[in-house]
């Protein structure tokens, strides 16, 4: 079968201008999947779509990544669809075949303990006077809003006193493509914003600073937070400020909040970006699953 393989590498060569590196790599897995296709006692014209499938389920037993196999797959796509097009084959065996997908990676999070643990020390450095003490207070304020209203970094730091609404018991925030939300805070974080707010010169910015941009950059809000948690005895690799908007989130849902309120909240165009967060609740059920069946305890 390696003359069919040849043929389409040269048509990936003169018609689609594929790079060497390219259709060297095209060519060793088709060259593999071309084995497993004899090894079947078939060949690239006849094999069903059973020994693709099969072919994967072999690529994931040897422990390829879901990224690599997919690489392969689309290669294979690719390959049958060549010879379709070109009336070597009258039918396309990868046609329905789902593409492997990469689990995605739970989020960090820090618990509630944690949280509480990092918000009761830069309470405390905030109230604590010293020639540090200004940028403790806005750091502690960064910790309470970010941590009460899960918002991105980007968004918290860039945000204007005109934001703050109703005597900061709601925020209008604008986030990604232009979009407003309003998004309400806990008395903590509302009480944090208005002493803030008291002690803040003229000026738009919430958290002002001599920057090009006039506030304070997310780099200086990320080293002060992981300053924070190496003093708070949390490894400093565990923390930046999205791990506090990933805890915000799950921390709502662990707690009984709907989805489509945390998606709201966050956010989020696409619910199914909110869903990454819903390993709480599968945690939740299991532990509520395991404490109240009957039989959970049972040997």
């Not at 990936?12 to 004899?38: H, K, P, Q």
């Not at 970006?273 to 945690?283: G, M, R, S």
Request: glycine share 6%; proline share 4%.
């Amino acid at each position: 079968m390696s003359h069919l393989i040849s043929a389409f590498l040269e048509m990936m060569s003169a018609e689609r201008g594929a790079a060497a590196n390219t259709i060297e790599a095209y060519r060793r897995d088709l060259s593999d999947y071309s084995g497993f296709v004899t090894g079947k006692g078939q060949t690239l014209l006849d094999c069903p779509r059973d020994t693709v499938t099969a072919y994967l389920d072999r690529l994931k037993a040897e422990g390829l990544s879901a990224s690599s196999s997919a690489r392969r797959l689309s290669a294979i796509r690719q390959f049958h669809k060549f010879l379709c097009a070109d009336g070597m084959r009258g039918d396309d065996p990868t046609r329905i075949v789902a593409s492997p997908k990469s689990r995605r990676a739970l989020p960090k999070v820090l618990s509630v303990a944690e949280v509480d643990k990092l918000l009761t020390l830069a309470e405390t450095e905030a109230n604590t006077e010293g020639p540090k003490q200004e940028s403790a207070q806005r750091l502690y304020v960064l910790l309470e809003m970010l941590y009460a209203t899960g918002l991105r970094v980007s968004e918290l730091v860039s945000l204007r006193r005109n934001a703050v609404m109703r005597e900061g018991a709601f925020l209008t925030v604008t986030g990604k493509g232009n979009k407003e939300r309003i998004v309400p805070m806990n008395d903590r974080a509302r009480d944090a914003v208005r002493a803030w707010k008291e002690k803040l010169p003229p000026g738009p910015f919430l958290f002002p600073a001599n920057g090009e941009d006039g506030y304070l950059t997310r780099q200086v809000f990320a080293r002060d937070l992981k300053a924070l948690a190496g003093r708070a005895g949390i490894s400093s690799a565990r923390i930046a400020p999205h791990v506090l908007r990933h805890a915000f989130a799950s921390h709502l849902l662990a707690g009984g909040a709907d989805l489509r309120v945390v998606q709201m909240l966050l956010g989020h165009a696409d619910i199914s970006t909110t869903q990454i967060y819903t390993h709480v609740l599968d945690e939740k059920l299991r532990t509520l699953v395991e404490s109240h069946h009957p039989l959970a305890s049972s040997t």
